[in-house]
């Protein structure tokens, strides 16, 4: 299985699971500068710290949700069941892989310490797109999207950009930093 092989009609590669002892999140250089503060730093606006790194050898790139915070349930007034999803597109938008998080149960700040490992070559890592959406699971089909934010060639934010840009920079050492997630 190539790692961006994926041609019309194919089956979607998922991307593997590993076990995630405890986080081994180095802060990224760049997110100890004090940052100017938005309306969401000041507000309880839905929050997710991520966990990247890539080993150019392998051409793993592992990604781990570690936890949310400030998660709601706009629907009714009791703690979500939520779960995060993580799309790879590749430069034209097409998904090449996707999985999802267990299903954190009655948790306005969710710990998943969970990681998912991408196959993705160092020439075509530039070229790629991580999509990271919170949704909240309502009932048994229903579901409402928390929040999501995109790193990689279309990052969604300059915060998301310059994380991927330290992910690449660390030779493999994991760099981790929170997000602000955006409405869907």
């Known amino acids: 299985m190539s790692p961006m092989a994926n041609v019309p009609g194919s089956a979607i590669n998922h991307c593997t ?5 405890s986080s081994a999140c180095r802060p990224s250089p760049r997110a100890t500068a004090p940052r ?4 969401c730093r000041t507000a309880a606006c839905p929050e997710l710290l991520i966990g990247l790194s890539y080993n150019a050898t392998t051409g793993r790139l592992s990604v781990e949700l570690i936890k949310g ?20 597109l590749n430069s034209m938008g097409q998904e090449i892989s996707r999985c999802k998080t267990s299903i954190r149960r009655g948790q306005p700040n969710p710990v998943y310490k969970e990681t998912f490992v991408f196959q993705v070559a160092l020439f075509q890592l530039s070229d790629v797109t991580l999509m990271v959406s919170i949704y909240n699971r309502r009932s048994m089909k229903r579901k409402e999207m928390v929040g999501w934010i995109s790193m990689g060639q279309n990052s969604s934010g300059e ?8 992910m690449k920079e660390s030779r493999g050492q994991q760099v981790c930093r929170w997000h602000v997630l955006l409405e869907s």
């Open 17 to 21: 699971r590993v076990q995630t002892p």
């Open 36 to 39: 100017p503060l938005s309306p």
């Open 69 to 88: 915070s400030h998660f709601r349930n706009l629907a009714i007034n009791r703690p979500p069941d939520t779960y995060g999803k993580l799309t790879l």
């Open 159 to 166: 915060e998301e950009q310059l994380h991927w840009q330290d």
